[in-house]
């Protein structure tokens, strides 16, 4: 929520339209122009059914506003708000001019309508990253050549398979790799979300992977956000793409339809989402192609590598299906739709998988670490529901090591308590669900 306001009004992208978003050209009112509407108290800052105060908000007489006075069925409409629709706000935007607020007045007007149109659906909104969470490419240059011969023979077996999971682009000059599962993840997930394909590449690329994943445009109906330029580059993990230092290097929900209350993100890297890491579900980086480990430093070889892959029943997308899928059941539960926010539903979400777990780390932090709560693997722990403790005492349920031979290790395997490896926490916040202790034993 730190970035400058812009010194002149930015005009408004038209989001129904079929179209491929690029916010190298696109620069709608941000959401972090809009966060000092997000601190005023939902009586006097949310728009609920009136068109009259729809129309005050926007500063206009808009003749789409009929839209927003529809209430979403199980909606609780609060009193008439006071005539000064927007209050505090105006102390909020000390420091703007004229025409700033009132087109930061207008774009949270607009989001609010938008909203409510998905709230009568009874839908909420869905941000699917593209690269390294819904599918991996390569370049061909990328591929060697023995691999190059597997791939010829997967996609040609591929291609007489009603749902395709390979693909060969010959203008691109590029593989690409749908993770398993995507075809019943995008099936079930239109049902209950507006879906958003958000890529860091260019155009071109989220053209064609538009294509490959809604060939008839149902899905996302040109909600397709593009943060690259104009060339021939794939998408990446918000890093510059072949060495272009304008691309930008995070994302944001400039473009989406609702508010962030009402918004859910999927993506393989927090560091992206500056501003709204409690949007987002974080998964396990899907990297099918070889060269894709070597590009993240990543130990170990690939899934083509070892010809295995994901497990669509219970791999990455189904995890993530389920998890959507509570929240959406949840946020519609509220008696009042105006107040449910999904991020405090996603949070109640992640404390229920690792609850009744109290975790002692053996040997994972330097000797002498002043500050273990601060490292991600502790913060991680308890942002899922588990206790962690530098104490050794009959409540401790875990403790995660990398090696045997400590003194807590000892203690543990003495007192019949689990010790598992790091990778027991990850995956359990990865894959929302408490990973089994045994697949994770130090040994």
Same mark, same amino acid.
């Given at each position: 929520m730190t970035s400058a306001l812009p010194s002149q009004p930015v005009s408004l992208p038209n989001i129904d339209r079929p179209s491929?978003?690029?916010?190298?050209? +696109?620069?709608?009112?941000?959401?972090?122009?809009?966060?000092?509407?997000?601190?005023?108290?939902?009586?006097?800052?949310? +728009?609920?059914?009136?068109?009259a105060d729809l129309r005050l908000a926007a500063g206009?007489?808009?003749?789409?506003?009929?839209a927003a006075s529809n209430a979403a069925p199980g909606t609780t409409l609060g009193a008439a708000p006071p005539a000064?629709?927007?209050?505090d706000l105006d102390d909020l935007l000390n420091g703007y001019d004229d025409q700033q607020k009132a087109l930061i007045q207008k774009e949270r007007a607009r989001r609010i309508?938008?909203?409510? @149109?998905?709230?009568?659906?009874? @839908?909420?909104?869905?941000?699917l990253d593209l690269d390294h969470t819904?599918?991996?490419?390569? @370049? %061909?240059?990328? +591929?060697?050549?023995?691999?190059?011969?597997?791939?010829?023979?997967?996609?040609?077996?591929?291609?007489?398979?009603?749902?395709?999971?390979?693909?060969? %682009?010959?203008?691109?000059?590029?593989w690409t790799k749908l993770r398993p599962g995507i075809w019943n993840f995008l099936e079930k997930a239109t049902k209950l979300y507006e879906l958003h394909l958000y890529t860091m590449g260019n155009k071109l690329y989220a053209t064609e992977m538009a294509k490959v994943l809604d060939p008839t445009g149902a899905l996302f109906a040109g909600r397709v956000i593009s943060r690259g330029g104009d060339g021939n580059s794939r998408g990446g993990d918000g890093d510059t793409f072949d060495g272009d230092d304008r691309v930008p290097k995070s994302k944001d929900l400039d473009g989406v339809l609702g508010m962030e209350s009402a918004v859910v993100i999927i993506d393989d890297s +927090?560091?992206?989402?500056?501003?709204?890491?409690?949007?987002?579900?974080?998964?396990?980086?899907?990297?099918? %192609?070889?060269?894709?480990?070597?590009? %993240?430093g990543l130990p170990g070889p690939s899934l083509l590598e070892i010809d295995r892959d994901e497990r669509p029943e219970d791999g990455t997308l189904a995890s993530s299906l389920a998890v959507i899928g509570h929240i959406h059941q949840n946020f519609f539960s509220h008696p009042n739709l105006n107040d449910a926010d999904v991020r405090s539903i996603l949070a109640?979400?992640?404390?229920?998988?690792?609850?009744g777990c109290r975790i002692v780390f053996s040997r994972i932090f330097p000797v002498g670490e002043a500050n273990p709560h601060m490292h991600p693997l502790w913060q991680s722990a308890e942002q899922f529901g588990a206790v962690c403790t530098n104490q050794i005492d009959d409540r401790v349920t875990h403790v995660v090591a990398n090696s045997l031979g400590t003194d807590k290790v000892n203690w543990a395997i003495q007192s019949g308590r689990f010790v598992v490896h790091p990778g027991w926490v990850e995956a359990s916040t990865l894959l929302y669900r408490r990973a089994n202790?045994?697949?994770?034993?130090?040994?």
């Open positions: 491929i978003m690029s916010t190298s050209t +696109v620069d709608p009112v941000s959401n972090s122009q809009l966060a000092a509407s997000s601190l005023v108290p939902s009586h006097q800052a949310s +728009v609920r059914g009136n068109r206009q007489n808009d003749p789409n506003a009929d000064n629709q927007w209050g309508m938008e909203q409510h @149109k998905m709230f009568s659906a009874r @839908k909420l909104c869905l941000v819904l599918l991996n490419s390569a @370049k %061909f240059i990328e +591929v060697d050549p023995i691999h190059e011969e597997i791939l010829r023979k997967k996609e040609e077996q591929d291609r007489e398979r009603p749902e395709r999971h390979l693909f060969r %682009f010959h203008h691109m000059q590029m +927090v560091r992206v989402w500056p501003h709204n890491k409690n949007n987002m579900i974080v998964v396990e980086r899907y990297t099918y %192609f070889p060269c894709s480990r070597r590009q %993240f109640s979400e992640q404390r229920r998988i690792l609850a202790e045994h697949d994770f034993a130090v040994k």
